[in-house]
């Protein structure tokens, strides 16, 4: 079984500064890994995912993670935020058993961006 | 692109009604995947469907049912109504052993229950 921790249940920061959002599983097996966004009232976008090779991944909006077997980590973070970046960013799992698995997430973390 | 539909977007039931709700996956895709996120909570897995088959299943109660039908579209259905069950319900599409069946997911539909 696979189970994700998001460390920050909420990150507030002001706009134009860098962030990280923290994220790390733990599986039995070997995983995919993503990071979905939720804009308030709206569904779950897939901002980027690990699914193998290079360890650092980029993502739309400028968003970027990286994969951390060693830690089992996988961070994502933005060098620089703006207003419409605030939002709740869920981490997800699933396992690399072939197909139709369902996605493991975290609790969130609602990150708010300031003027 | 296509996206995932969800009908309907929202709804409204008094305790102990029935709802049934809808998901129309992106072409091509024929794995289905149902996902519950109550207030303030992360999404739960509630069941999953691969070409007409359940593939998988989670913390879904046994007053809620799904299927998936041969256009791949999937209802799920759910009797009974109690308060607890007010959420939205997402649904997420992959396309089996393509792009590792990354899901994507449908705007969710919000039911109420009174």
């Known amino acids: 079984a696979q189970s994700v921790t998001q460390l920050d249940s909420q990150v507030p920061v002001f706009e134009e500064a860098p962030v990280e959002l923290r994220c790390n599983y733990s599986?039995?097996?070997?995983?995919?890994l993503f990071w979905y966004v939720q804009y308030p009232n709206q569904g779950l976008q897939l901002l980027l995912k690990?699914?193998?090779?290079?360890?650092l991944v980029k993502g739309i909006n400028g968003f970027e993670a990286e994969f951390n077997k060693s830690q089992t980590s996988f961070h994502l973070r933005k060098p620089s935020v703006h207003i419409s970046d605030t939002a709740e960013y869920f981490c997800?799992?699933?396992?690399?058993?072939?197909?139709?698995?369902?996605?493991?997430f975290g609790k969130g973390t609602k990150l708010t961006v300031n003027p | 692109a296509a996206g995932v539909i969800q009908s309907p977007r929202h709804l409204i039931k008094e305790k102990r009604e029935t709802a049934t709700l809808k998901c129309y996956p992106i072409p091509r895709h024929d794995t289905v995947y149902w996902y519950q996120q109550g207030p303030g909570q992360d999404p739960q897995f509630l069941i999953s469907?691969?070409?007409?088959?359940?593939?998988d299943k989670g913390s879904i109660p046994d007053r809620f049912s799904a299927q998936q039908f041969s256009d791949y579209h999937s209802e799920l259905n759910m009797s009974s109504l109690e308060l607890g069950d007010s959420a939205l319900y997402f649904c997420?599409?992959?396309?089996?052993?393509?792009?590792?069946?990354?899901?994507?997911f449908g705007p969710g539909t919000r039911l109420t229950v009174l």
């Open positions: 997800a799992v699933t396992g690399l058993l072939g197909g139709s698995e369902k996605l493991v």
């Open positions: 599986s039995s097996v070997s995983v995919y």
């Open positions: 997420a599409s992959s396309e089996f052993g393509v792009n590792t069946d990354t899901q994507y």
């Open positions: 469907f691969y070409e007409k088959m359940q593939s």
């Open positions: 690990y699914l193998s090779g290079s360890t």
